[in-house]
């Protein structure tokens, strides 16, 4: 029947930036990335004084820093242009005007929200004679939520809208 113009899909690494294939590439990032997690947890394990002992903290952190560290190494090992779908100019694109236009509407509601929460709050203090005995990180952890949730309703007003 043929392949009409159909593809094979493919694992999305893309190539190094120094040669070779595929299992060099994920050589180099698994390796430089196991390396920076076994430094990061040496400092970290030897600045604090962990309950369960060093060993425990030390392979806990090293596993939890590995991955992390191996996608970090990714971005400086591979070639960009080797990546599919790449857009020429990602900032032009119709998903990152809908991106901004969501953020503009965040940023003017946060305004207005930590506004007019400074008022409330003074006079509150004012007229009770004494500050109020929320937990200053929970409110804070409440805006986050509120602004996370804003940005993702508004982006999809926008995308909606628009297409």
Known sequence: MGNR???????????????????????LVLGSGLLAAVVLSTLISLLVDFDEGFWPAWINLAFTFWLVASAIAWFFFVDRSSLPKLAKNPEQTVEQNWH???????YRDLITILGLGCVTVSLVSLIAGQMP???????????????LLDYMIRYQLVKRAES
């Open 100 to 106: 901004t236009r969501a953020q503009a509407g965040v």
């Open 5 to 27: 113009g159909i593809e094979p899909r493919t694992l999305a690494l893309g190539r190094s930036r120094f040669g070779g294939g595929k299992a060099l590439m994920i050589t």
């Open 133 to 147: 005995a929320w937990p200053v990180p929970l409110v804070f952890a409440g805006l986050i939520l509120a602004a």
